[in-house]
């Protein structure tokens, strides 16, 4: 199975994925969960409904725009549309928590419908918040006021393709499956497949700065795009006249990562490429961690990268291999996985051969590259057992890579000393200059599982700030991760991202408190 056959997922509030596949966690897991001290907790509460806060002016005007049938103020629906996917978000669905539900989900289903609305939501006291896959991790989706949500899935059509410039222009509301498998008709692919690739979709890719884990092969989702189309309260901005252009400074890099603050993207112009007619994926060996990113580091920079460039730790290794004995009968050690979308290059393999590599073969990278969309799927039985499980990424230049992964790490184990965690950590995007840092925690869940991920991811953002990585490689900003983001970047670039806010969106009606505090 390829990327293009896997259908869009239709995401349910509060667990991730198809819930007609949902996961069940092997004897083996359950057994090690309670090695950790973890037991199950009370059963979820089930959540009390909330009236929608909209008047019936309100009401009257969004329905004006697109159609009373496509505003919902039903219950379902709007809680449907509560918050992201982030662990913190998944217990506070579990513990009833009806805070940060929008008061009507609106359903457009053009660009000058989205436009309508943003012109007039000021006027009718209205913050908008834009919506498609609804995947964020980072607080993306929860503005420091009410608000209604504009779900673009409406917007999903490839509206062209231009087979001489390789470009294809897709509307923000096609889901990430959907868009492959449209390419996919004419031969092409977009090549981006971040683990959320089964509920993501284009917009949120360009909003969020996606990264996806072909991205030494194709490179990250900012890297593909050409052109945007953005609609604001003030009006519309087209960016993208040219591949390149040293017309003042590239204005398309303004929106991307934008999470919605400045206005919401509406299609995308994106770099396309043929599919390819084949594909290998293969397990190396490396004893050591450091060993590895020796290796992959010298592929980064002088070549030849593979399309799939992926190095664990030794406990990632270790927790996530499915095969004990793949690694041979010495202790430690750990898989990396290369793939290639295309001939299989020897050369690749010959740099990790000089480098104290050992191929294993393409069992270990089948096995990896089958399941890859399944890990996801196992936090939410983790919760239910008990345990508390999330992520959080970080990049850095290769030179503080070592200190930067030691520090995350000990203030994650010292953040969480009365509930001692494993803390499993990954490469999986690189660049000449440096990489990203992919954490994993897992340990057993306290009476108040929330305040304990917060203090924890507390600590390890600030050790992030202190060996010099950035707040975030590709989940974002959102609210998670604002205050750090305004400390990374300073005050004067502060104020310069507030003064494009206030140009763009003078009454703060854009995504109010994500990205930006409020001035």
């Keep these: 199975m390829t990327e293009s056959d896997l259908p869009v997922a239709q995401l349910t509030p509060g667990r991730w994925g198809d819930p007609a596949h949902p996961a069940e966690l092997p004897a083996a897991a359950l057994d090690a969960l309670k090695h950790l001290g973890i037991q199950r907790p009370p059963d979820p509460v089930v959540e009390s409904e909330v009236r929608s806060g909209l008047t019936d002016e309100q009401l009257q005007f969004l329905s004006s725009v697109v159609g009373s049938q496509h505003v919902a103020a039903e219950w379902e629906a709007r809680w449907a549309h509560t918050r992201g996917y982030s662990t913190t978000d998944l217990l506070r669905f579990r513990a009833g928590d009806t805070s940060d539900v929008p008061d009507a989900v609106v359903y457009p289903a ?32 929860a503005p420091t006021r009410s608000f209604v949500t504009l779900d673009l899935r409406r917007l999903d059509q490839l509206t062209d393709l231009d087979e001489i410039s390789r470009t294809a222009t897709l509307q923000a509301g096609v889901r990430a499956p959907a868009a492959e498998a449209l390419l996919a008709e004419r031969g092409y692919t977009l090549g981006h497949f971040p683990q959320s690739y089964e509920g993501a979709s284009i917009g949120g890719y360009a909003a969020a700065r996606s990264s996806g884990q072909s991205s030494a092969g194709y490179g990250r989702f900012d890297q593909m795009v050409v052109g ?55 397990g190396w060996k490396f004893d050591t961690f450091e060993a590895g990113l020796t290796a992959v580091r010298r592929l980064a920079q002088d070549g030849p990268l593979p399309t799939v460039l992926r190095l664990p730790d030794e406990v990632e290794t270790a927790v996530n291999l499915a095969d004990p004995d793949v690694l041979g009968s010495s202790a430690g050690g750990v898989l990396a996985i290369i793939g290639f979308d295309g001939p299989y290059n020897q050369a690749t393999a010959d740099v990790l051969t000089a480098a104290g590599g050992t191929n294993l073969g393409e069992g270990p990278g089948e096995t990896w590259r089958v399941g890859r969309y399944r890990a996801p799927y196992l936090r939410d039985p983790l919760l239910d057992e008990g345990a ?119 009454n703060n009606i854009m995504n109010p408190g994500i990205l930006l505090p409020e001035s």
């Excluded at 419908?113 to 498609?132: F, K, M, N, S, W």
């Excluded at 990049?395 to 890579?401: L, T």
Aim: glycine share 8%; charged share 15%.
């Design 388 to 506: 508390l499980v999330e992520t959080l990424e970080t990049a850095a230049f290769w030179s503080r890579i070592p200190a930067l992964k030691a520090a995350v790490t000990d203030a994650l184990v010292g953040a969480l000393s009365a509930t001692p965690p494993l803390v499993l950590c990954h490469i999986s995007h690189v660049y000449e200059t440096g990489a990203s840092l992919y954490f994993t925690v897992v340990c057993a869940q306290t009476d108040d599982p929330i305040t304990q991920w917060r203090n924890a991811k507390s600590a390890a953002t600030q050790a992030i700030a202190t060996a010099a990585g950035t707040i975030s490689h590709h989940h974002g900003i959102g609210t998670d991760h604002r205050d750090a983001y305004v400390t990374e970047i300073g005050p004067l670039a502060t104020e310069a991202l507030q003064a494009v806010k206030q140009t763009l969106d003078p």
């Design 110 to 141: 053009s660009h000058d419908e989205v436009q309508t609305i943003l012109r007039g939501a000021a006027e009718h006291d209205l913050a908008v918040v834009p919506y498609a896959g609804g995947t964020s991790v980072v607080g993306g989706l």
């Design 228 to 282: 945007l189309t953005i609609a604001t309260p003030r009006g519309t901005i087209e960016l993208g006249r040219a591949p390149m252009s040293a017309a003042g400074p590239d204005l398309r890099q303004l929106f991307l990562g934008s999470e919605g603050a400045f206005g919401i993207i509406t299609s995308v112009v994106v770099r396309i490429r043929p599919r390819p007619t084949e594909r290998h994926f293969e």
